[in-house]
Each structure stands twice: as C-alpha cells, then as structure tokens.
C-alpha cells in the first residue's frame, strides 16, 4: 500500500479504534479525514479487503489461548469495538465491567490493554499475509511502517491492489480539491517556490508547500512510524515551515537521554522536569528571574556580536531574535550553568524552525532554552566527534581531488601569522588525539595531523581547524541563512549522521575550489574558509551535497558552482596581507627549482574501460540529404566494439615524446542502452557502449625531457598523455576519430636533495598512479592540449554526446611493488583492503533482459575466510523458488590465489532462464580443528528485478550466512535474511550477457561489486578482518595450504612411519574436490555437512580480550539485600608464569555488577552493565570465579529531594558490613577452548559459599572444568547451594565491540549436570516471585509515588541517588575484604 493508505495500514478496520462512521476522524485535518471516510464508505474496494481480514480475525481468535482467558477475552472485546463484536462476535458474551476496579487494578489493566493490543495486531498481519495483502513479510516492532513505504513493492493480491488504486485515487482527489480551495494548484505544489506571504521571510517554501506540510505532520501525528520513511523521501530538500517545526522538535525529543525520557514518559513530564531544575537553579543562583542569570550582561554582548559579525544572522539585528536569544541563553545557564559563544548560533536556526511556538510570548525563550537543551546534551556532536568529521572530510578530499588538497596543504604553511593564545591550542590537540581513537575515524590521512601536536602553528594553520569551526558552528557562520536551514534539515532528519555533516563539508571546500586556487597563502585561505561560503548558491549546496550523498565523484562537484558562469560577476580577491618577515631559506623556493635534463622513470598505461555515449539521429529524415556523414552515422548505428582502437602518446608542448597504440580486441562487457533525449536534443537518440580492452599495458619506457623546456611554475608545460578513440570504418583503411582525453603523468617531487657542483637544486617527476576515469572531448584532438580546459563542449552534431568517459590505470613499470592490472595474477596481500563500497560510475547498469538470451555467471573471489576454515569449495545452483532441487556445479579456487581470500576463474552459461531464477551459492571447507566437511556459509542473489523485468547485469559482494534456509519455506531473495552472518566473509559474483570469452574479473578495489547496507561490515567485523590480515597464514596460498593439509593427513594416517609423499602441482585441484566430497568425508549416515562453528570463527588475540558480563541469577536467597556479582581471573598454570605486557594485558582481572535492573526480582537479581572488556592470558585451565554478595541497607531519601539521601546498615547502623546472609554463592566459568575464546551464555550452577575457597587453587591445575567439579562434590569439597540458585553469564570474543555485532552465543547449560537438572530449572521459575529491587528506594516513598511505582519521575531520580550511594557503599566494604574473589 501506498502512503495514502496510511490509516487503513496499521488497522484493518477503523472498528479496532472504536470509530463510528463520520465521527472517525483520526487526523484531525478535514480533507485527508474526508478522503479516508470515502474509502471506508460500503460498497468501496476496501469493503471486500475488511470483510475477508475479519472473518479470518474470528477464526484466529476463536482458536487461540487468549480468547479463553476471560480477562484477556474481555480486553480483545473491548479493543475491537462494540460494532464491531455486534456484527462479528454477537454469541460472544461481553461484559465490560469485569475491567474495572476492583476487579482489577488500573496498572494490570494497562499492561493487560498493551498485550492484548500486540496481540490483536499481530493476528491482523498473520490473516493479512495469508490473503498476500501485504508487500512483505515484516518480522520485528517496527515494520508497520514499512508496509506502505515503498509504492513499488508489487501486491499480488488482486483486490488489494485494486483497493490501492481506489486509495489513491480518493486522495489524489481530495488533496488537489484542497489546493484549490486555498487558491493553488497540484502543479504548483510541485514546482512553486513563491514564498508565502504569510509566513515570515526566512522561509522559501511556497505556500501548497506548507499546506502539504501541515498534512504530513497530520499524519505523522497519527503514525509516528513513518517519520524514518518521510525523512528518507524528503532527503535532500528544503522542508516547509510546518514540517520543519514538527520533525525537529520529535528528532530532539526522541535523542533525549534514555535514563529519563522512557517510553512511559512524555514531552509534558520532560518540560516538567526542566521547569523544576529551572526553578532550582534560580534558587541556588538566588536570581528572580531566569532570563537574568549572573553572566546575562556577558550573553547581551556575546549575542549582539554574533548577530554584527555573522551574515545570515545581520538581518535580523534589532530584532526580537537578539533579545530572545539572550534571554534563551540566561534560562539555559540557570537551568544546568552551561554557556558557550557558538551556542548563538546553535540557537539562530532553532529560533527560525519555532518562530511559531504556541503560548504566551514571555514563555519563548524557555522554550528555545528546553529545545537548546536537548540539542546540546543528546543530538549534537561532541567536540571529538566534530574533529573526526573534519579530518575524515579532509581525508576524502585528499583521495577525491589531490590538486586541490595539497594547494591547501601549502596555503596553510605560507605566510602564517596565527597567534596561539587567540586558540585554546592544548583543547584542539585533545580533540584531536580523542578523534583519532574513534572507530570510525578516519587513519589514513596521517599527513594533515602527523606532527601537528609538536607544532601549535601548524595545528592551527591546519584547514581542518576551518572545517571544525564550521561544523561546530553548525555553519551558521558562515552559510547565508536558507543555506543554513538546509543543512540542518538534512541533520535532522538524516539523525544528524555524521555522513551528512562530511558530505556538507567536502561539497563546500569543493564549491570553493576556483576561491581556493586563487589564494596563495595562509591569509588569502583562511578569508575563502571564512567569508567566500556565505556567497554560494543554496541550489549549489544542495545539488553538491545530494551528488555526494549519491556516491558521486568529488571531482565532479565544483561543475555545480554557477558563480562560474557567471562572466560579468569579478571574481573574489582576497584581502592584501603583509606578513611579519621571516627568516630567509638559503635553499631557493619551490617554484625557482629546476630539472637537469634526465630520462623519466616509465610510466605504463593500462586497463582501458569505454563508456561510448553514441548519437543515433533518424536516418529516415536525412535521406534526401547528400552528406558524407550519413554513412558514417550508419555504420555507428551498427557499431562495433572489435573496430574500436585506443592510441597513447605522451606529449611535452606539442612534441610527441613516444606513442603507443591497442586495438581489435575490445570487448562489449554490457549490452547496448538507447535512450532518446539527451542534454542537446531532446529529440534525438544515443546509445551507449561499455568496451573494455584486455591487451597488455602500453609501457613508456624511453621518455626523455630537456631542463630548458619544463617549468615547474606553469601547469601548461606539464608532460600530458593524449588518448585518442578511434573506430576504423568498413571498406577501407580509414579511421573515425570519435574522441580524445588528457592524462597528467608526472607531478614534482621536491627530494630536499643538496645543490649539485654547479649550485644547481634539482627536483625530480614522479608518476601520478592509480586508476583515472577522464572525460572524453569529442572529436579530433588539437595540437596543443592545455590542461586547464576542465570540461569538455559537444555539439548536437557530435559522435559522442555527454556522459562519455574512458577510465585508465597509470603504473611505474620500474616498481615491482605496483602490479599490471592487466594480468589476472592475484593481488598482493598487503594492500587487500578490508571493504570498498560500490562506485557507480565503474559498475554495470541494468539492461533490458528476454529469456531467450540467458546469462553467464561469474564466481570471482570468497574474501576473508574465517580462522577456523582452510580449503573451500563453491557450489551453485540456477533455481526456481517451487524447486530448488537442480544439480550444482562446482568452483574451486586458483591455486596461486590467497588463501584467506581465494580467487577464482568459473563461468557458468545458461542458456535460458526464467524470471523467477535465484542464484544459490554454498561454500564449503574443512574445519582446522575438528577436519569434519562443513559448510562455510551461503547467499542468493536474485537475477531479475521483479518490476521492471531488467536482468541484475553487474558485479555483486555478497554476505555469507550460516546455516540452510527452511525446506518446508518458499526459496526466495530473503530467505536467508534471519541467519547469522559469517564474521567478515563474503563472495564476489557477477552476472553478465552470455560471451564468447572469459571476461577476467575486475580489481576489487575498483568499486565495481556492488554491495548493500548487508554485506557491510559494521565495526566489530571490520576489526575481525584485519585481524585476519595479521595472522601469520596471511600470505599463504591456496597451494600453501593444500600442500600443508595433505602433509598432516597423509602423516596421521601413516602414524608417522613413513614420510608423507609431497602433492605434485597438477594433482592439487584434484585432491581439494575429493577432501571436500560429501560422499567420502561424512560420517555414516550423514548426507548434509553441518555448519562451521561461528565461535571459533576467530583465534584470541590478546590486544582485543574478551568481553564478559553477568546477566542474571535467579534463586539466590536474596530477599533484603543488594546484591552484586564479584568476579576474578584466576589464571591457569601456564598463564600464570606469563609477565603483564607493556601495554597492561595479562593483568589478573577483578571487577563487580554495577548497574541493577530495578524491576528484577531480589531473589533473581538482573544487571544491565555493558559486557566488560579484559585481557587474560590464554590458557585453557583459566577460569572466571563468581561470587554472588548481598548487602543488608537501608535508604533513606532526602526529605526535602532536594538530592541524594543516606544508606544505613542492618537494624539502622551506620556503617554497612558483611555478615554471614552477605554470601550468597559462587560458581566458575570457563573462559578458552581450542585457541579461540568460549564464546556462548553459560547457566552455571551456584555453590555454597562458606568462606573458606583454599580448593580454589586447585583449578588452575584441573584438566576439565566440568570434571573437576563433579568429582569435588563427589569428596564433598563443594556443594550445591541449598536453593540450586543459577547465574547467567555471558562471554564473547573482544574483536566484537558490542554484542549485538558478535556471532549468536549458543547457551550452554551442560555445567548443570553437577547435580539433578530438573532441580536447577524447577528453582528458576519459583524465583519468579517475591519483591522487587526498586523496593530498595519505594518502600520510604510517599504514598502517591509508590501507587505509580517506578513510572514516577520522583522514583527515577531516587534511583539513580541510590545506585550511586549503593555503589560507594559496595566498594568500601570490599576494600576491607582481602579474601581472593572480592578485592
């Protein structure tokens, strides 16, 4: 369903909401109630949609549990509506009365009401999905909303669809009657952009803008759901006024901080709570007023600044905004003593987006003051975030547009006048050492950073200083205001991703690009950084900003700047600087530097990709013209690609310096496009080709320059390669020159080398490597190429039309370390990078399909094989979703390919498909440690887009899972989706037309795989891969392994009588297919390998650790107490010789629960720590020893509540101490197991605690844990505790930073066979009862709080005083405590 559906999404039937006809009026604006009181109207397409789903609701609900519960029952009733039951459930019998008091308390009945309403939608989507009423099949709390999301989604119900389409209509209807009813039409709501006069001027909305604005907050209002969706629609774009008011005040009060803004909480609890702080504030402050705190005169003058000097804030100077803002800022310092200048102008878009704000006028500031706050506190980047963002943006910059980045780089080192005192210098290298620990920071760019802590000038000359002040100025300083108030929107409703403050950054340096390379020092940057943003198009911004969103070149970008087409406009001259003299060097500047005349290093050109944008006029309409051209147009029409030629020649001031030349062997590598219009002629047609050439790389290996005819100071007496396209015409030797393009190939390298004899400095030219994709200009190419024309002009009548591109590689032959990528030889491990996102403008695009063509699929590579994997193989399979049982054909990897990272060489042709076919792929190795056959893991990839019919022609990264999906489930794309994704591994495929020679796969680092949001890694995996990168089978090959697998094998069946016969190289493949044989190597009986044990995927590595925390321990006798899980490393004997390195791992670990789960039970007490990071030695006789502490205490509140209140121990004693009730139990946890950490949720069994642990030195000696304990009971050394109470304990490996990105943790509850298992399970559920931790702080609450017991806002800032005091308290008494387990 579609967004106009939005009503009759989340509810069947407008009965579930107790509605009556024309009184169901749920969003409260008169044409969309209207529009959907139409659709509910009898006789409507949705009648027969409700009349199905509710009689399939009846049968569900008379077959289920809950409708025999008479409680239950009765809410089911009542949710359902009186009109609802008398025309469905008449026989039912409906008492209301059974729901009120005191029947049943009014907290039941709450959470009676929330249940039931689950309940009752989840039946509604089962009977929904049944009758495929739905576009997919959601599976989690949040996936109403994405019923309607997307339009596209094909509904194969066809009533549904015809419902869709009457909803539709309806709306469509209604909305454009409400546009003319306000004097609009629908296509000036679309195009528009005449400001309302209504509204004030900092809005550009046109008023049908924010008429539609206020209907979508309408909606939003009444499913909050969506906003994800409207913001992602909306992205991009200005918002209305309406809109904007709305989205950022939800944005805001949603990332409010989670201790206080719960879900039974509510905007009106959280304004309460500030308006109580206010007000203690201005008693500790002992002011009357909160908009006159004590440094209100320093705010007047710090505003009355900002609103001077800043831009899009000078219009408003005099305003009401100043005195709004000063008296904002007073309410904010009174409320929690924060004041900082850029709060101005964090405050100036807040004033504009609630310019509107009901209430009283001398309530604004407060408002302003509460929204500031939440800015501030919970939505904001912090000052190291903001850091990162700037280095990462500079860090793009390097990659995406060097010559612009090192003119900055040199900028900021000339002509520096910046005085340290002016800057909190030590503050920007904290923010700075505290940006390079974020994960996602970037660590590449080490040369705008390195050194720059010895250096205080330097940091602050640095151009991302310029950038932080931007961000951390949320660029109010220096954008004009609607500049302004986009960005923000994009924050806002992007969840303030630090992606889109990157991509605001990188696009304005790059709009600023031609402002840059005018200015030549320190002086003339820093006024670009600071004065030149605020004159940028807002259009400009945001087709820059929507570009990099898009993952376009940032090359690109400064093309969308129209200030540079503007002729008669004069460019911006910086302002004249007199720097303080410096002290001359006595070598001479860079710029006077000459080269002796010497024979440049060879420079290789290589892999050339076409992308051939070809004008297909009509024929038809020039054939009474007598033009030589109409041939030539003909046999473009029937273009091809093996008549296609690509020449080089490297070029010095129109003399050619060597030329070389590849042809007859391109290659289509996409078939064909038309499409008609194009930027020059609407009418026309162009078809574009994709044609790759596969020859060798065209080497210059004798190119020589002459000192007297190179100048380092002009771009244009730079060595260029020209690259000419050419097509050889039919019946003859003449050649069509469709286009040329211009490759830099040197750049200066200054050597600091000492002056020759004669006195002479001199300077070397290194080749510019790596991968160019370059414009073609059209036609034939001049004699003198100047590299400063950037863009090339077509004509309508040009072969090659815009769009046309070739992109090439540049290599230093003379550097073994640089490979030809030209070869198919596998890359050097070395340089593997860990993930490349898709590049679009390297990828394939779709292509019209017909199932007659078939398809040739591709197996290219598996990356990063877990520890635990040796050998793979790869099987597929073309499958049809209702048979998925066809035979497979089988890959195997190149042997002189990585190991870790198997390449392949495998094409499969099928000749004919179907549009359903899906694409199954399975990999299989031997486990290292167990050598059983298992299955690595495995992915689907669908071949045809279900739309448009369009075959998925392009290269695909796909993420592996574990597992085997459900036979007795339909095979399709997502039945996968729910398996556990192996650690960091995925599989390279492409899909590509049938051809008659192998395609050789494309370099990874391209960007040519495109990979989805799945295939990804978060964090946590991207450190597993390169912890893969550092083991020391890294480098190894596939041959490497083959050779050392049969080695072992061939000697442990030969029990090491003879010596192993070594693997000849030709028998290699062959054994790899038969060790991987199901047939051979399953057990008996066994017909499907199992799957790889996902928590041995990675070995331990001590740096990373692991991560540790207790859960819960049901059954402890805990009534009374506070209660905390104490936890030591007890090292095996191994570990326990090992030394503590220098970095602190190997330490003996102790450390003890510190946060309560409040609404646990006493006697089953749960924490909500996050998992504790340690670092222990390996050894597998190292345990973790648990002991469960109770303390007796009594709290107190502060009568006044005016903060936190005092604990007392037993019987009201002032000092808190262990008594014999104190220990409540221990138990141990294995931590290692066959070189990896044991990772799973251990249920361990709780031992009597007497005090006396001298037998704990026994366990570093035991063999076998679960052994040991078994025979310590057994000689009554250890026992059972008497209540069999239990602790939940969960492990997993360090390289996963959170548990929600580690592999699935498998319980573990074999240590329960110490004793009767039944015993165990039977003591957990009478836990279930009994009082609750909470009742600690409520039990000395007044009344009224206690009735609403921990929804109270009172409670939830007593809890936090006692865990605080509780927690001081807890660590005195084990500071007492010498005994192992507890200091």
């Not at 949609?49 to 089911?76: C, T």
């Not at 705010?299 to 000078?314: F, R, W």
């Not at 093996?642 to 010095?652: N, P």
């Not at 931790?1333 to 006692?1362: A, C, G, N, T, W």
């Amino acid at each position: 369903m579609d967004d106009t559906s939005a009503a009759n999404s989340g509810n069947w039937s407008h009965g579930l909401e107790g509605g009556e006809g024309a009184s169901f009026r749920p969003f409260g604006v008169h044409w969309l109630d209207s529009a959907l009181q139409e659709t509910l109207l009898p006789g409507t397409p949705w009648e027969q949609v409700e009349e199905k789903v509710s009689r399939g609701l009846i049968g569900k609900l008379r077959s289920s549990q809950e409708f025999k519960d008479m409680e239950k029952k009765q809410m089911i009733l009542q949710l359902l509506g009186a009109k609802f039951v008398e025309r469905y459930l008449k026989d039912e019998l409906y008492v209301p009365n059974i729901l009120e008091p005191p029947r049943i308390t009014l907290l039941k009945r709450q959470q009676l009401q929330r249940t039931m309403q689950k309940f009752l939608k989840d039946k509604l989507d089962d009977v929904a999905r049944f009758h495929d009423y739905l576009p997919g099949t959601p599976d989690g709390g949040g996936e109403s909303s994405q019923r309607g999301e997307d339009s596209r989604q094909q509904l194969h119900s066809v009533e549904m669809r015809v419902t869709q389409e009457h909803m539709t209509s309806v709306f469509q209807k209604g909305l454009n009657r409400h546009l003319a009813m306000n004097g609009f039409t629908a296509e000036q709501a679309r195009t528009d952009n005449i400001p309302d006069p209504s509204l004030p001027s900092m809005n550009c909305w046109s008023g049908a803008s924010n008429l539609l604005g206020h209907s979508l907050c309408a909606i939003l209002q009444r499913d909050p759901n969506r906003l994800s969706y409207i913001c992602k629609r909306l992205g991009g774009k200005q918002l209305p006024a309406s809109l904007r008011e709305f989205l950022w005040a939800e944005m805001l009060l949603r990332h409010n901080d989670s201790t206080v803004y719960t879900e039974k909480t509510t905007e009106k609890s959280l304004r309460k709570t500030f308006a109580k702080m206010v007000s203690k504030g201005k008693l500790e402050l002992k002011i009357s007023k909160a908009t006159e705190c004590p440094i209100s005169g320093l705010i007047k003058k710090a505003v009355q600044e900002k609103y001077d000097k800043t831009v899009c804030m000078q219009q408003y100077k005099g305003t009401s905004y100043t005195s709004q803002c000063s008296e904002a800022l007073n309410v904010l310092y009174t409320y929690n003593r924060s004041y900082e200048p850029y709060l101005v102008h964090w405050l100036f878009p807040l004033q504009i987006a609630f310019h509107d704000i009901g209430g009283e006028l001398e309530d604004h500031p407060y408002e302003l003051a509460f929204y500031l706050n939440l800015l501030q506190s919970n939505t904001f980047p912090h000052w190291p975030e903001i850091y990162a963002i700037a280095e990462q943006a500079m860090a793009r910059l390097q990659s995406g547009d060097m010559e612009l980045y090192q003119h900055l780089q040199t900028c900021s080192t000339t002509n520096v006048k910046v005085d340290p005192k002016e800057f909190m210098v030590q503050l920007l290298e904290d923010e700075r050492k505290k940006a390079a620990s974020l994960s996602w920071a970037t660590q590449q760019n080490s040369s705008s950073t390195d050194g720059l802590a010895d250096n205080s000038k330097s940091l602050l000359a640095n151009p991302v200083v310029f950038l932080r002040k931007w961000v951390g100025e949320g660029f109010v300083s220096v954008l004009d205001t609607q500049a302004v108030l986009l960005i923000w929107d994009q924050c806002f409703m992007s969840d303030w991703n630090r992606r889109v403050l990157e991509d605001v950054c990188l696009a304005l340096v790059l709009l600023l690009r031609r402002d840059f390379m005018e200015a030549t020092d320190y002086h003339q940057m820093r006024q670009v950084f600071l004065l030149t943003p605020c004159k940028l198009y807002t259009a400009d911004i945001q087709a820059a900003f929507k570009h990099l969103q898009g993952g376009g070149a940032a090359i690109e970008v400064p093309d969308l700047d129209s200030r540079r087409l503007e002729t008669n406009v004069p460019t911006t001259t910086p302002e004249p600087y007199n720097p303080v003299p410096i002290p001359i060097n006595t070598a001479p500047p860079q710029a006077d530097m000459m080269i002796k005349d010497q024979k440049l290093r060879p420079v290789g050109v290589t892999n050339f990709h076409l992308n051939l944008v070809i004008n297909q006029p009509d024929i038809r309409k020039m054939e009474d013209e007598d033009s030589p051209q109409l041939d030539v147009m003909d046999q473009l029409v029937n273009f091809q690609p093996e008549r296609l030629s690509v020449s080089v020649a490297v070029l010095h001031k129109g003399r050619s310096l060597g030329d070389r030349k590849c042809e007859n062997n391109g290659v289509m590598v996409q078939a064909p496009s038309l499409e008609r219009g194009n930027p020059l002629n609407e009418d026309g047609y162009t078809k574009t080709y994709q044609v790759s050439f596969s020859s060798d790389s065209l080497i210059f290996d004798d190119v020589t320059l002459q000192a007297s005819s190179y100048d380092l100071k002009f771009k244009e007496n730079q060595a260029v390669a020209l690259i000419t396209v050419t097509y050889r015409l039919l019946g003859g030797h003449e050649y069509l020159s469709l286009g040329w393009a211009k490759l830099p190939l040197y750049e200066y390298q200054d050597d600091n080398a000492p002056p020759d004899s004669n006195g002479t400095y001199c300077a070397s030219l290194r080749v510019q490597l790596g991968k160019k994709t370059l414009p073609l200009f059209p036609g034939e190419a001049p004699e003198m190429i100047s590299l400063s024309i950037a863009d090339p002009d077509y004509e309508v009548d040009d072969h090659l039309q815009p769009g046309s591109y070739v992109t090439t590689t540049c290599i230093d032959p003379s550097d073994a370390g640089i490979p030809s990528e030209s070869t198919s030889s596998p890359q050097p491990q070395a340089e593997e990078p860990l993930w490349v996102p898709y590049d679009s403008d390297i990828g394939e695009r779709s292509t019209p399909w017909k199932p007659d063509q078939g398809f040739d699929l591709y197996i290219d590579q598996v990356r990063f094989l877990p520890d635990n994997a040796t050998i793979i193989k790869v099987t597929a399979r073309i499958v049809q979703p209702h048979d998925p049982k066809v035979a497979d054909v089988l890959a195997t990897p190149l042997l002189d390919s990585p190991a870790r990272c198997p390449q392949f060489e495998y094409r499969d042709t099928t000749e004919k498909a179907e549009e359903t076919n899906l694409v199954v792929l399975r990999v299989y190795t031997v486990d290292k440690v167990t050598k059983e056959l298992v299955a690595l893991g495995a992915a689907i990839l669908p071949l045809y887009d279900e739309e448009e019919h369009l075959l998925h022609m392009a290269g695909f990264q796909l993420p592996l899972r574990s597992g085997i999906p459900d036979e007795d489930i339909p095979l399709d794309k997502a039945a996968l989706d729910k398996l556990p994704i192996v650690p960091g591994t995925s599989i390279l495929v492409r899909v590509l037309p049938i051809s008659k020679i192998f395609i050789p796969a494309p370099n990874y680092a391209s960007g040519y795989y495109r990979n989805s949001y799945q295939s990804k890694p978060t964090e946590s995996h991207m450190t597993v891969m390169e912890h893969y990168k550092r083991q020391d089978n890294w480098v190894e090959t596939v041959q490497d392994t083959i050779e050392n697998m049969h080695m072992e094998e061939t000697q442990t069946s030969q029990d090491g009588e003879a010596e192993a016969t070594p693997l000849a190289r030709e028998a290699m493949t062959e054994w790899l297919i038969d060790r991987l044989q199901e047939d051979k190597h399953l057990p008996e009986g066994v017909t499907t390998p199992g799957d790889l044990d996902l928590t041995r995927c990675v070995n331990y590595d001590l740096s990373c650790g692991l991560n540790v925390f207790v859960r819960m321990t049901p059954g402890v006798k805990g009534t009374g107490l506070y209660t905390h899980a104490v936890c030591q490393v007890l090292p095996g004997r191994r570990a326990a010789d090992l030394d503590i390195t220098s970095e602190g791992y190997g330490v003996v670990d102790r450390f003890h629960t510190k946060q309560h789960k409040f609404n646990s039970l006493q006697t089953a007490p749960q924490w909500k720590d996050p998992p504790k990071h340690i670092h222990p030695h390996y050894d597998t006789q190292s345990v973790l020893f648990i002991r469960i502490i109770g303390l007796t205490l009594l709290y107190k509140p502060d009568p006044n509540q005016e903060g936190p209140g005092v604990i007392r121990g037993k019987h009201g004693k002032k000092r808190v101490q262990l008594g014999p009730e104190s220990y409540l139990g221990w138990t141990v946890l294995p931590m290692f197991d066959k070189g990896c950490v044991a990772q799973g949720t251990y249920i361990l069994p709780i031992f009597q605690d007497d005090t006396n642990l001298d037998f704990l030195e026994d366990i570093g000696r035991a063999d076998n844990l679960l052994t040991w304990l078994k025979s310590n009971i057994k000689k009554k050394v250890i026992k059972i505790n008497r209540q069999y109470a239990t602790a939940v304990v969960s492990v997993f490996d360090g390289h996963y930073h959170v548990k929600a990105e580690s592999v699935p943790l498998p319980k573990r509850d074999s240590f329960l066979d110490v004793d009767d298992f039944e015993k165990f399970a039977e003591s957990a559920q009478l836990g279930k009862e009994g009082p609750q931790i909470s009742q600690h702080i409520l039990r000395h609450l007044p009344k009224e709080v206690q009735d609403e017991e921990m929804d109270s806002v009172l409670y939830q800032q007593e809890e936090k005083y006692f865990e605080q005091l509780a927690l001081i308290v807890f660590d005195e008494v084990l500071e007492d405590v010498k005994e192992i387990g507890l200091k």
